[in-house]
């Protein structure tokens, strides 16, 4: 598996993986466009030619804090470490001091990975997804790391 850059050229193959991943909570295709062109960082994990996995980040500078804005793994790529390193790989492009997420707190398997990262639950977020679930925000302190891996 290799990380790279993702750019508009990917909009098809993210927007299949977004949809097995996401369902009901996949971004529309323009919110997804316009990330696949100005998102800060935005890395796509492939294995061999196929997408498996994607991950969208911002700076909020004033704030010092990276957000994580989107991650999905394909469900036939799972508990292979995609999800791992793509995180891994957005922290480091980042580069902030603190850097948060939000996920359903009924994903159970997403906040086992997050925490065994390093990140720790915040707050909660009142019906925050569609259906009216609450978001779960979780931070995390990452350490500093020399530079970026480029790609």
């Not at 529309?28 to 960082?41: E, G, K, N, R, T």
């Not at 196929?50 to 469900?75: C, M, N, S």
């Not at 957005?90 to 996920?103: D, G, I, S």
């Not at 065994?116 to 931070?139: A, F, K, S, V």
Request: glycine share 10%; charged share 25%.
């Amino acid at each position: 598996m290799i990380l790279l850059t993702a750019s508009w050229r990917d909009f098809w193959r993210v927007w299949q993986v977004q949809g097995v991943t996401f369902g009901r909570d996949a971004w529309d295709p323009l919110d997804l466009l316009l990330q696949l062109i100005f998102a800060p960082v935005r890395i796509k994990a492939l294995d061999g030619e196929r997408l498996v996995g994607y991950v969208f980040g911002e700076r909020r500078q004033r704030e010092g804090v990276g957000w994580i804005t989107a991650l999905g793994v394909h469900p036939d790529s799972r508990r292979r470490g995609v999800g791992r390193q793509l995180l891994q790989a957005a922290e480091a492009r980042l580069a902030m001091p603190r850097v948060c997420l939000t996920v359903r707190p009924s994903n159970q398997t997403a906040i086992h990975l997050y925490a065994q990262l390093g990140y720790q639950q915040t707050r909660r977020i009142p019906r925050y997804y569609p259906g009216g679930e609450d978001g779960q925000q979780m931070d995390k302190i990452p350490a500093a790391s020399p530079s970026a891996e480029p790609f």
